[in-house]
């Protein structure tokens, strides 16, 4: 007998700007299939490689399907099944003893990150549960805070246009992003703008899939952003090419910028860069006489030292030649500060019992290892991530996790490296089994996961665990209410009227509307150009090169170049032992450490690999297909070599983020740093020197 079909839409929930309308087809409730929702104006039907394979992930032979206790040592994976009553009884027991000793309750950390981008999954009732304990606090660092910082200074809110929009540009400089890899459907946007007429400029020092595809691919010295930004408005003010009028209305301190560019000649930001004069001079040329101009920056230029004063100062182009007034024209980092979500009345700040310790996760190395003030870690809770992996100083989190008075508990859908050391794990459902809200980081939609089919085996969402814990922990049940509920609160506009974000955004969206229809458009016009009348975010509601605040907290009130902390030029004594800088973008059929045990991703990445330069490999005698141990202090890890020109002499890629247990050894990461970003506390994954054998 045939069984009905039924249509479910749901939402791509991985940490991905497109946030994809995914349709999904269930019979006798079973998912059968899965694909792009057509009617998704921004995502238009399409899927990336990744998740056209979803069902293989929701269905994988691994999946967690029962609670577990560890039975044998740490990091051998060795569990038992245990019941949900017992395991939530255990990590009570746990939290309450740690809480009454003289530790105290700040000597529990929890550990989180985006497994998933839903707003109830991703924080809700985890935060107000760790609030409500008065564990440690974690401030999510790991990738998109010196960023967040950077534009802040200069813009007041982040770099943002309509990336539907980019359809109307001319000039397209893809800065530090990956965009036809990390960000497929606004690539979609711009072979379109392409197709009318735009150039597609990349500037990467790997020549990455985008910079292949590009009409022009600018190889940039790893860290040196800043000083190209600099150097292009040398150029631009001493050839007139600024628009004053927007300069002088919209903008704060144009004379100072001015004065500060002038030290960046073309010549110096040539040695600082390794790009050559005359190509500086080709691209200030071409970004100045061609409009609209757009840059897209991501997170490449982030992840070195002065990664928070990279974004402020390529923040301030777009200013200077009057590119925001027009549609299509600007800077465009991340649209998520557009959405008014009223993450107060979510994760519940006012919980937090003042004095409580902010431990930042880049730090976890240092914090499972006692080198932090404050009382030690003594439980650890993990959930959204897989800190085994994805965070720096691989070895140094493998010590910390290792220790044998430290209790773990990991919820995931998978045996992870992280899950090797967990005391208790719990297992999580996927996004086909659980309800969530998304907006997105690259378009202005919002839209409702629904769940598709019921929980596999004994899994829970992560509301429900810490509704699980609350109650045993006897917190008030007022405070963890049903997922229902968590989303009308979350839809409440909290943004201001008039700024960023704006609590209009939201005006006629509400719950029964989302569960009716797919994508719903913020309320914002359709021509949207932000910043085309000033309007900014900052304290003059101007575009503030010259940053009163900065100067206040000590800092240099003007862009400026601060070199990577790991820099060849300004460290030529540690250059000597690691003389190549190394950069390790992830692995574009992986999101960072997730998919890697997908069987047909995996085929597809093949082994962790390193590319180098011809005459770095000759003088090093590697050549192609050899292996290669990479390293420096921290550790070492081993990938097959790929000679060739996809780098300049003195720059190393490894794309990322494998899994120790499927390659058998540390990943890139064993050799990555925990040193933070200038502003934002950011990590540092690409700040670093290695050398290759
Ligand atoms: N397929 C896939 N898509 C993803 C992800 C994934 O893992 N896989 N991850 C998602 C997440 S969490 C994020 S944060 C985004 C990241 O998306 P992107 O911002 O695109 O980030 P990356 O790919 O890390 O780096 C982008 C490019 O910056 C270059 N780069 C490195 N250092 C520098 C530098 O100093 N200057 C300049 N100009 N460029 C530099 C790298 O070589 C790389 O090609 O992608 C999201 N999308
Ligand atoms: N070397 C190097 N390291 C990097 C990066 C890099 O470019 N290079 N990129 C960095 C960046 S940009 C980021 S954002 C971080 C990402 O770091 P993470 O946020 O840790 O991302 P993932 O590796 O995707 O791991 C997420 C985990 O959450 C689990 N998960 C998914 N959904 C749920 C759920 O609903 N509930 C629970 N409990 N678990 C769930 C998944 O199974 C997965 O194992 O990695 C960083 N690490
Ligand atoms: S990972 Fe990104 S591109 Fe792939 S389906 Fe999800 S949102 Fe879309
Ligand atoms: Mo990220």
Known sequence: ???????????????????????????????????????????????????????????HRDRLLYPMKRVGPKGSGQFERISWDEAIRTIAERFRAIAASPDGPQAILPYSYAGTMGKLMYASLDRRFFHRLGASLLDRTICATAGAAGCDITLGTRAVIDPEAVVHSRYIINWGSNTAVTNIHLWAVMFQARKRGAKIVTIDPHRSNTASRSDWWIPIRPG?????????????????????????????????????????????VSKITGIPVADIEKLANEYASTSPSLIRLNYGMQRHGGGGMAVRTVCCLPAITGAWRHVGGGALLSTSRLMPWDSLALERPDLIPPGTRTTNMVNLPEALNGELPGPPVKALFVYNSNPAAVNPNQGRVIEGLKREDLFTVVHELFPTDTVDYADIVLPATSQLEQFDLHSAYGHLYVQANHPAIAPLGECKPNTEVFRLLAAAMGFERELFPSDEELARQSLRPSGSPTGY??????????????????????????????????NFGTPSGKCEFFSEREAKAGRDPLPTYTPPHEDPQTKPELAKLYPLQMVCPPEASFLNSSFVNIDVLQRAAGEPTLQIHPHDAAARQITSGQTVSIFNARGRFQAKAVVGETVQPGTVV????????????PNVNATTGTALTDLGGGATFFDNLVEVA
């Open 501 to 534: 974000p704006a609590a209009s955004a939201f005006d006629g969206i509400t719950l029964e509307r989302l569960q009716a229809n797919g994508a719903i458009r913020l309320n914002l016009p359709v021509d949207y150009a932000p910043f085309a009348h000033g």
């Open 1 to 59: 007998m045939q069984h009905p079909l039924t249509t479910i839409h749901a939402v791509c929930p991985h940490d991905c700007p497109d946030t994809c309308g995914m349709i999904v087809t269930v019979q006798d409730g079973k998912a059968i299939k899965l694909r792009g929702d057509p009617e998704h104006p921004f995502t238009k039907g399409f899927l990336c490689q990744k998740v056209s394979h979803y069902l293989d992930r929701v269905y």
């Open 654 to 665: 490894s794309f990322g983020v494998w899994w120790s247990k499927v390659t058998g050894g």
């Open 224 to 268: 040196t952003d800043a000083a190209l930004a600099l150097g292009l408005m040398h150029i631009l003010f001493r050839d007139g090419r600024e628009d004053r009028d927007y300069l002088a209305r919209y903008c704060l301190g144009t004379d100072q910028l001015k004065q500060r560019a002038g030290e960046y000649d073309p010549a110096r």
